[in-house]
């Protein structure tokens, strides 16, 4: 007889690791972690620059830890590092490079598709992709022959290139400060103030624009060009600049495709709408950063998890 599994956890970030765990601490033991990637926690690993600040109360939401999960202030490597003993604590192995590309209610039970083919069942799901894993690219087109210049994050940034790092918020600021120590770096953003970014990275800022970073603040880019394998930058101010390598910042973008095939009823923002974590789809569950407009907590994001489980734990 096929296997069906009480709960089909999608996504190995916080919320979808504090799940299982939280799932398993309740008595919880028939279940399954898909990730999409070969380790949990991608958006960390993938957006975060090494060492960077992780904040439990994250631009200054005070959180109340309420399950089983000791999180505290540290930094991306410290963060990864809880993460790996508590997976190993609880002995979940989550099913790596498993993208799930629709979830379907049959019959009361949920058959989960990837796009390797394979089928799942469960009796209850949670959804908790990041949006980081789609991040928001520019309204205007990028000459396919730049693709390989512009990057979201800063993993392939090397010493001596000239870098533009474009956004407003925690993770532009981060990443422009940083590459200003090893490179030459400017940051462009629309606006002049700098109105998302919390107290730490205000201050490294300011440090870093008097040091080595410039800045062109104020204006937007209209468009790119590809000029002799560089990456023109046309500016709506009449200017315009070179870089070899381009860097956006500036948000992600929730899965709506993904979010459709799985019937969901979003509200004008495009966020699941959901009542104490369940979905418009009876025994769905959404958590994590998937359901904030203004950026992700990981300390949220493990209460959610601790939630959504103790819910399903009241319907089993």
Do not use: W
Request: proline share 3%; charged share 30%.
């Amino acid at each position: 007889m096929e296997k069906i599994y009480d709960i089909a956890i999608i996504g190995a970030g916080p919320g979808g690791i504090a799940t299982s765990i939280e799932s398993k601490v309740l008595g919880i033991d028939n279940t399954i972690l898909f990730e999409k990637t070969s380790e949990h926690s991608a958006t960390i690993r993938k957006f975060y620059k090494d060492g960077k600040r992780v904040d439990k109360d994250y631009k200054g939401q005070v959180v109340d830890l309420k399950g089983s999960i000791d999180f505290c202030d540290g930094d991306k490597e410290g963060s990864l590092a809880l993460f790996d003993s508590l997976l190993e604590k609880y002995q979940i192995m989550p099913k790596y490079n498993t993208d799930i590309e629709k979830v379907v209610k049959k019959d009361g039970v949920f058959e989960i598709s990837s796009t390797n083919n394979e089928i799942f069942h469960a009796k209850f799901v949670v959804i908790s992709i990041g949006k980081m894993g789609q991040p928001n690219k520019p309204d205007y087109k990028i000459p396919p022959t730049l693709l390989k210049k512009v990057t979201y994050n800063v993993n392939g940034i090397t010493e001596g290139e000239k870098v533009l790092v474009v956004g407003g918020g925690n993770s532009a600021v981060e990443y422009a400060t940083a590459l200003a120590e090893m490179t030459d770096t400017t940051l462009n953003y629309r606006r002049k103030e700098f109105n998302r970014i919390n107290e730490i990275n205000a201050k490294n800022l300011e440090e870093s624009m008097q040091k080595n970073l410039k800045t062109k603040l104020g204006v937007n880019i209209e468009k790119l060009e590809d000029v002799d394998s560089k990456a023109m930058v046309y500016y709506d101010d009449g200017t315009s600049e070179s870089f070899d390598k381009i860097v956006y910042a500036i948000g992600g973008a929730v899965p709506l495709d993904f979010l459709k095939k799985c019937g969901l009823e979003l509200d004008e923002n495009g966020l699941p709408i959901t009542k104490d974590f369940e979905s418009s789809v009876e025994n769905m569950f959404v958590v994590g950063d998937i359901l904030s407009k203004n950026g992700a907590s990981i300390a949220i994001a493990l209460n959610q998890g601790y939630e959504a489980a103790l819910k399903i734990k009241s319907k089993i």
